[in-house]
């Protein structure tokens, strides 16, 4: 085999393997398109018996004169 043939050969296996690659990766895609229809199915259904989330809590902040005062704090027993 020429050094020709041998590249053709070699850029025809490396074809070859990334054609493998992209099926491979369009079949995980597909998969989980399903997925997030299915889910989107499950949400509508709950949404339309009227399921509906609990308001999240609001998580109160230290102003930041007291997160300044605890870092100092911090460092000052090292």
């Known amino acids: ?9 070699n850029a025809m296996e490396s074809q070859r393997k990334l054609i493998s690659e992209i099926n491979e990766l369009n079949n995980a895609i597909n998969i989980r ?3 997030a229809l299915k889910l989107q199915g499950i949400i509508e259904y709950l949404q339309s018996r009227g399921v509906t989330l609990p308001e999240p809590e609001k ?7 007291e997160k300044t005062e605890s870092l100092q704090g911090d460092t000052e027993e090292s």
């Open 33 to 35: 398109k399903e997925s």
């Open 1 to 9: 085999m020429t050094e020709d043939q041998q590249n053709l050969a």
């Open 59 to 65: 998580v109160t902040q230290q102003p930041d004169s």
